[in-house]
C-alpha cells in the first residue's frame, strides 16, 4: 500500500490540508500536489481510460501525465482535464474524477472492454462512416462517453490577463542546466527572465540530492534564484509553462498565478499569459522518461520510474510497499536504492540488457536488491492495482521471451524505457531533430532561432554536463546579446561526474508471455487507449506516413499530445514497416506544450473589451428614448425605437409609414467619412469609382460604385466636391476603414506621383438625416441662411450655412427616395442639431427611425447595400447598374468586367421578389429553386439578399440574385429555407417610384 | 508573430501590420489590349515560393505607410525591408 514516510521530502508535515476527491474527504500537506497526496492516501484509482473505461493510476509526476485529469472546482468556475501531477494542493480543493459513470469504481463504460476486438484502430472511422443512417441512432449513445472532461458553465469568475515583456535572455527550465545559465546571464547585468513548470526551482535536483560545488544542490539552487529575485532586471517565475516558440523569438508563457491558492489573491489574476521576445532563449527544458510497452502496463501502480522517485524524494510518498523495477537503461538504478533506503522492499530490478557496468550491480547487490539481467516483465497482475508481475529470459533478439515464468510478488511497478529529450519548443521554433540511435530518441539539430539547448533537453543527464552545458548557453548569450561582462569572470558550477555507464537496450515492445498473457494489452498512448498491436494494424492496413498513423490510430493526440507515447510508437510502426525510425520521422509539435485554457488566451479581451463600441453623440438621447440598438461594424446604431406595447415588426411599420407619408428623422453620424485633397483628387477618384468624375462641378454630389480588380462591387457612397481639389467621400457604415486603407494603398504603391492625400473625417461630424415629404417644410422653419427652393438647392447638391444657429452643411441627397437633407455639424453639436429637429419637426410628427426601417425604405425603391445585395461575387452589371459603367476612361476592375465568366448572360442578377402570400416575408439567404416539387439534386439558381414587410405597399417583398433573373421578369420561383418553400414571382428590383421623383421633389 | 521593422517608425509588432500580398506587380496600363488569360495573370495569379518571397505591407496601426519586404517564407527569416520605389534587393532561394 502507498504512503507517506515519517520523515524527508519538502512537504510541511505541521500544516494541514484539508480536501475532497470524489466526495471522499482527505488530508495532505502543503509541498504536496494532488497526486501526491492522493497517493499518501493509499488512493491509485484516478480515472478511466478513454475508450475502454479501464481502470488508471497515476503514471507520472509531471507535465506528461496521461492519465490522472481531473475536474477541479464546480459551476462557473470548474476546470476539465487538469492534471493531477500539476494541481498543487491548497486546504479545501475540490476535485472529482473523470470520464467514468456513475462512480469511479463502478464504471459503465467499463463494457467497452469486453468489446475491445470491436475498438480496434481507426474506430470510429471504420464504424461511424456506415451507415450514415446509423449515426444519428447511436450518436446520442457515443457522446455520453467520449470526449475527456465536460466544459464547465460559461461566465468564469476568475479574471485573466496578459503580459508583454522583452529580454536580453529567456531561460526556459529551472533545473541544474538552466539555473547555470541563468546565473552566468544575470550576474552580466543581462536582462533575464527565467522560467519553471514547477511549484520550486531545482528541476531534477529538487528529487535527487546531488551535491553542487560540495554543498547540497538546492542549497545551490536557493542561491542562484535569490541572485536573480535581487537582480534589477531579471525575473524568476516559478509556476509558468514555455507554451509556445514562434517567429523571430516570440515566445509565450503561461503563469499559473493563483491556481495554487484557494482563490486567487485580491486583484490578482488566475492565470498570466506572458508574450515575450527574447534576444536569446536557451531552452533547459529537461527530458521525460519513457514508459515501457508491455502487457497490462496501464494498471494503477505501474509508473515511471522517475515518478516514483519524485514522489518519494519531493513529498515522502511511498507508492508501494513492495515495488519491483524494470529498465532499459542505468537511471532506474538511482531509483532502486533511495526506494530501499526509505524502506520500501525491491523485489528485483528486471534490466533488458544482457549486461550492465560493474559498479551498478554492486550497488544493488550492496543493498541487497536482486538483479534480473536480460529478462523482462511480461505481464502485469490486478486490475484496481498491481498485484504481482511475471518475468521472463529475454531473447538477443528482443523478438521472444523464453524458459520458466517467474512470478514477482510486489504491489507497484517502476519501469524506466529511456529517455526522451523534451525537445517540443525546439522544434516549435522550426529546428530541426535528429534521432539519436544509442539513445533512441530524438535530439535538437539544426536550425531554428537564436535559442541554445541545454543539459537533457540536448541529450546530455550527467549533472557535471548539464551544469557546464548551462554555464556556456549563458555566456554564449551575452555575446550574442552584445552584453559586456563586468569585473573578473566567476567560476562556474561544478558538480561529480558520473563513471561511463552502459547504453540503453531500446526495445520498442516487450514481447509477451505464453498461453493468455499473449493476448494481454501493451498500451503505447495510455490517454487514447492506443496499443501495439493497434499500431501494428495500421502498419498492415497501409498506413506509411506516421502523421497518418497518428490521425488514423489516435496515438500521440489528446491533452498530452504523447510526450510519453510518441517515440515508443514511433518505433513499433518503423519495426512493422521494417524501417530506421529516422526514416519514418516524428510527428510535428505544435503549441500549445501544454493545454492553456481560453481564459488566458483571452485574457482582458472578453465582455465590452472584446472590441471597441463605436457611439454617436446622439447616444444618450436614443437611450432615452427607448432605441432598440445593433451592432454595424463597430458601432452600434439604433435598429427601432418601439413605443409601449409595440414589437419590432409594428414599430418599424410605423417608422416607414411616417417617414414615407410625413417626416423621418435618422441618425447617419456612422457614415464612412473621408477628406480627399490634392491637385490630382479628381483624377485619383476617377480611377477608383467605375463612373466619371473630373467634369462633377464644386457643389455637387454624385454617387460612386468601387470594385476590387477582380470586377466586384466593393463599396459604394455619394461624394461630394468640395472645391477644385477638395472631396468628401462617405463609405459603408462598416466599411470605412478597409476602404480608407484600399485608396491608401493604391496611392503609396501603385500611383505614387499622383498629388493625392485622404484622411479619415468619420468621428469629426455629426450626421442627421431628414427625410419625408415634409423636410423641405422642416428646413425652412429652422431659420438660418440657407434657401432650401428646389431651384436654390436642387437634388444632389451641397450648401455650407447655419441652421438654427448651427454652423452646418447641408447635403441634399436621398437613401430613403424620399426628399431628404444629411445635416453634419460638429461632433459637439450632435445632440444640439437632434433636439432642435425633434422640437421643430413635431409639426410634423417627426418620426425618428432606426437602421431597420432604413432598409425597407430604400429597399422600397431599390437601393442596394453592399454586404447585402453584394457579397463579393457580384458586379454593377449584376446589380442592374451598366449606367454606372463608364466606357470612356480606365477604372480599377474595367478589365475584369469583360473577361468571358463576368460577362455571360445567366449570371446570378438583382431581381424583386414578390411572395405569393403577400404576408410572407421570406428569410434573407434562402435559397431559390426553379419549382416545387423537383427530384434531387436541384440546382439552386439564386439567393434571398434583402426581405421585408412593406406598409407603404402592403404586402411582404424581397430583392435577390437570380440566375439570368434580368430577363425574367413575371416569371414564377420556388424560395426554400429549413425544410419549407413558397412561391414567388421575379419583378423590376424597384417596388416604388421607379422614376425617383419623390427624392427630386 | 514576426518582429517587423517600419521604415519610418522602427521595430513594431507584427499585429500592428497588415500583409497586402506579392510586391512588384505592376498594373498593366494597357488591360484592353490584354487577352482574359493575361489579364487573370494579373489579377489572380501569384508566386507562392518555398524560399524568399517579395511582398508588400503596410503598417496599419502606426504610420499606415506602406513599404516592401524580403522574407523566407520557411524561416520567416526577414532579409530586407525597403520603401515602395526602392530597387528590388536579389536575394538566393
Ligand atoms: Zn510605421
Known sequence: MSGRLKSGGAIDRDEVLRFHFDDREYFGHPGDTLASALLANGVRLMGRSFKYHRPRGLLAAGAEEPNALVRLRSGRAAEPNLRATMVELYDGLVAESQNRWPTLRFDVGEVNSLFAPLFPAGFYYKTFMWPASAWKHYEWAIRRF??????????????????????????????????????????????????????????????????????????????????????????????????????????????????????????????????????????????????MV??????????????????????????????????????????????????????????????????????????????????AVVQVHGKYGVKGVDVMRLAPDGERVSGEVRRLDCDALAMSGGWNPTVHLFSQSGGRLAFDETLGAFLPGTGGQPAAVVGAAAGRFDLAACLADGDA?????????????????????????????????????????????????????????????????????????IEHVKRYTTTGMGTDQGKTSNVNALGIVAGTLGQE?????????????????????????????????????????????????????????????????????????????????????????????????????????????????????????????????????????????????????TTTSGNAGAVLSWLESWLQTEWPELRVYCNSVTEQSAVAGVSGPNARLLMESLG???????????????????????????????????????????????????????????????TPFGTEAMHVLRAEVGFIIVGQETDGTVTPIDLGLEAMVSGAKDFIGKRSLARADTARGNRRQLVGLLPEDPYLVVPEGAQIVERAGMAPPVPMIGHVTSSYF??????????????????????????????????????????????????RA | MLLITCPWCGVREEHEFACGGEAHIVRPLDSHTLDDAEWADYVFMRRNPKGVQYER?????????????????????????????EPKPEFEG
Request: aromatic share 6%.
Open chain 1, 146 to 291: 467520449a470526449g475527456l472532461g465536460r466544459a464547465p458553465e460559461p461566465g468564469d469568475p476568475d479574471v485573466y490577463e496578459h503580459r508583454h515583456a522583452h529580454c536580453d535572455v529567456l531561460v526556459i527550465g529551472g533545473g541544474p542546466a538552466g539555473l547555470a545559465a541563468a546565473r552566468r546571464a544575470t550576474r552580466a547585468g543581462a536582462r533575464v527572465i527565467l522560467v519553471d513548470e514547477g511549484a520550486a526551482f531545482g528541476g531534477s535536483l529538487r528529487g535527487n540530492g546531488q551535491a553542487i560545488d560540495d554543498a547540497p544542490g538546492l542549497d545551490w539552487v536557493a542561491d542562484v534564484v535569490a541572485d536573480i529575485e535581487a537582480a534589477a532586471d531579471a525575473v524568476a517565475l516559478p509556476r509558468t509553462t514555455a507554451i509556445g516558440y514562434h517567429d523571430h523569438n516570440y515566445v509565450t508563457l503561461l503563469e499559473r498565478v493563483g491556481d495554487h491558492l484557494p482563490r486567487p489573491e485580491s486583484g490578482q489574476p488566475r492565470r498570466r499569459l506572458w508574450k515575450v521576445r527574447a534576444r536569446r532563449v536557451v531552452l533547459a527544458t529537461g527530458a521525460i522518461e519513457r514508459p
Open chain 1, 294 to 375: 508491455l502487457a497490462d502496463n496501464d494498471r494503477p501502480g505501474v509508473m515511471l520510474a522517475s515518478a516514483v522517485q519524485s514522489y518519494l524524494n519531493r513529498q515522502a510518498v511511498k507508492v508501494g510497499e513492495r515495488v519491483a523495477i524494470t529498465t532499459n537503461n542505468d537511471s532506474a538504478y538511482d531509483v532502486a536504492v533511495q526506494l530501499k533506503a526509505a524502506g520500501v522492499a525491491v523485489p528485483a530490478l528486471i534490466d533488458l540488457r544482457e549486461e550492465v557496468a560493474p559498479a551498478l550491480a554492486e550497488r544493488l547487490a550492496a543493498q541487497g536488491i536482486e538483479l534480473l539481467l536480460a529478462r
Open chain 1, 473 to 545: 548557453a549563458g555566456l554564449a548569450a551575452l555575446e550574442a546579446a552584445g552584453i559586456t561582462r563586468k569585473g573578473r569572470m566567476p567560476q562556474g558550477p561544478a558538480a561529480e561526474a558520473s563513471t561511463a555507464g552502459t547504453p540503453p537496450r531500446n526495445l520498442w515492445q516487450v514481447p509477451t508471455g505464453p498461453g493468455k498473457a499473449a493476448t494481454a494489452k501493451r498500451f503505447v498512448d495510455l490517454q487514447n487507449d492506443v496499443t501495439a498491436s493497434d499500431l501494428a494494424l495500421a502498419a498492415r492496413e497501409g498506413y506509411r506516413s
Open chain 1, 581 to 729: 525510425i529516422s526514416a519514418v520521422g516524428t510527428t510535428t509539435f505544435r503549441p500549445p506544450y501544454t493545454p492553456a485554457t481560453f481564459g488566458a488566451i483571452a485574457g482582458r479581451h472578453t465582455g465590452l473589451n472584446l472590441d471597441p463600441i463605436r457611439r454617436t453623440p446622439m447616444q444618450a438621447w436614443h437611450e432615452a428614448h427607448g432605441a432598440v440598438f445593433e451592432p454595424v461594424g463597430q458601432w452600434l446604431r439604433p435598429r427601432y425605437y418601439p413605443r409601449a406595447g409595440e414589437d419590432m415588426a409594428a414599430a418599424v411599420n410605423r417608422e416607414v409609414k411616417a417617414t414615407r407619408t410625413s417626416l423621418g428623422l435618422l441618425d447617419a453620424t456612422t457614415l464612412g467619412k473621408i477628406d480627399i485633397q490634392g491637385q490630382d483628387a479628381a483624377e485619383f477618384l476617377n480611377r477608383i469609382y467605375t463612373n466619371g468624375w473630373k467634369r462633377l462641378g464644386v457643389g455637387r454630389c454624385r454617387y460612386g460604385l468601387m470594385l476590387h480588380e477582380d470586377g466586384m462591387v466593393f463599396d459604394d457612397g455619394v461624394t461630394a466636391r468640395l472645391g477644385e481639389n477638395h472631396f468628401h467621400m
Open chain 1, 784 to 846: 438660418g441662411d440657407l434657401d432650401f427652393s428646389p431651384e436654390a438647392f436642387p437634388f444632389m447638391t451641397w450648401q455650407d450655412g447655419t441652421l438654427a444657429g448651427l454652423p452646418a452643411r447641408v447635403f441634399r441627397v436621398s437613401f430613403t427616395g424620399e426628399l431628404s437633407y444629411e445635416i453634419n455639424v460638429a461632433a459637439s453639436l450632435g445632440t444640439a442639431l437632434w433636439e432642435t429637429l425633434m422640437r421643430a419637426g413635431a409639426a410634423w410628427d417627426i
Open chain 1, 950 to 999: 412593406s406598409p407603404n405597399l402592403g404586402q411582404a417583398f424581397a430583392m435577390a440574385l437570380v440566375e439570368g433573373g434580368g430577363a425574367r421578369h413575371g416569371e414564377t420561383v420556388q424560395v426554400c429555407w429549413d425544410g419549407r418553400s413558397a412561391p414567388a414571382k421575379l419583378c423590376p428590383p424597384k417596388f416604388l417610384d421607379p422614376d425617383g421623383s419623390r427624392a
Open chain 2, 57 to 85: 505591407w503596410v503598417h496599419n496601426d502606426g504610420c499606415r505607410r506602406w513599404f516592401n519586404m524580403a522574407r523566407h517564407t520557411v524561416s520567416h527569416e526577414i532579409l530586407a525591408i525597403y520603401k515602395v520605389g
